[in-house]
């Protein structure tokens, strides 16, 4: 297959029919948008890959909507069925409808740079958006620095009835959360389709808390990614641990133990000193300040930390996709 695109965790094949790619999901993986790290984590691209496909066939299907009691709620019946880019799977690799993703012109503007959103619409095309819902405040969330941003307490260890739902852009050189009034902005004043992306995240995070909640897990918190494919709103990307919080008692699904990992490191240091060196320079390129002013590299895992990684992704497979319960994971966190 030709690659289209080497990402840091994950490549793009053309597939034979161009209105289709190939997402091939590796056993790298990425922390503070840094890209590849130096190390992989053994079977977590298979992993992520049926995981995805379990996903979105479930995600699509009212039978499994129905199971659950959704339907029942006229505020996410409203949304379905929902549509996604899913087509087959074959091991590490998922077939998906191609879309297009805009290209963003920025410009310096005092100080600061600015991006351009006058892109042209195409008849499939990536919303610039990442969708974030939130059902509590897990320790490390970033909502916790925005907690001035509600009329309600938002402290660690607070659990929401219904998911808090945040705009984060999805093409700039570092994300950012937005409000909706920018979000609309993005969209080029299209508040049929914001409304539109929040019911449908709205109804899709249910799904996702009921679902793991049968499982014995809690759901925290994740993102979607959305595209307009002819006309449509359509759930892309995938679903897994790498875009969700889900807990097992202490121990908790996500990248958060590698951060923790790299968060006292003068390689961790130098990101943040890189980041402010570029914002003041007015450029989006911090890591190449990052590796070639500040000669900072990020180290490998430490085997305890390495076992941990493995183990998150076969246990969430396992007790997803397999249907059984395990314990693994949770027990290395404890030995970190």
């Given at each position: ?109 005092g100080g600061n740079l600015v991006y351009d959103y006058g892109y042209p619409p195409q008849p499939r095309q990536l919303i610039p958006l990442e969708v974030l819902f939130r059902f509590g405040v897990p320790a490390g969330s970033s909502l916790l620095q925005r907690k001035d941003w509600y009329p309600f307490d938002i402290y660690e260890g607070a659990e929401f009835p219904e998911p808090l739902i945040e705009f984060s852009t999805k093409l700039e050189s570092k994300d950012r959360v937005i409000s909706y009034q920018e979000a609309a ?152």
């Open positions: 297959m030709k690659l289209i695109y080497a990402g840091s965790v994950k490549n793009l094949y053309a597939a034979d029919d161009p209105a289709h790619i190939w997402f091939e999901y590796t056993d790298d993986y990425s922390v503070f948008d840094w890209g590849k790290m130096p190390d992989a984590i053994p079977g977590k691209g298979e992993a992520l890959a049926e995981l995805g496909e379990w996903f979105f066939e479930r995600i699509a299907d009212p039978a499994e909507w129905k199971a659950l009691g959704l339907t029942e709620d006229p505020q996410i019946a409203r949304w379905l069925p929902i549509q996604h880019h899913f087509v087959r799977r074959e091991a590490s690799r998922l077939l998906v409808t191609r879309v297009d993703v805009p290209v963003l012109r920025a410009d310096k503007v902005l993005i969209l080029k004043g299209n508040t049929d389709t914001l409304a539109e992306i929040y019911g449908r995240t709205r109804a899709c995070a249910h799904f996702l808390h009921k679902t793991f909640a049968r499982r014995g897990l809690k759901l925290w918190d994740g993102k979607f990614e959305w595209a307009m494919i002819d006309g449509k709103v359509t759930l892309v990307d995938s679903i897994g641990p790498d875009e969700l919080r889900v807990s097992q008692g202490d121990a908790v699904f996500s990248k958060q133990f590698l951060r923790n990992f790299y968060l006292p490191t003068e390689w961790y240091k130098a990101v943040l000193k890189g980041g402010e060196i570029a914002k003041k320079r007015g450029t989006e390129d911090w890591k190449s300040i990052v590796q070639g002013e500040l000669k900072a590299e990020p180290t490998a895992l430490s085997k305890p930390y390495k076992d941990a990684a493995e183990a998150l992704y076969q246990d969430f497979h396992t007790i997803i996709v397999g249907g059984q319960d395990s314990h693994h994971f949770q027990e290395t966190l404890s030995r970190l």
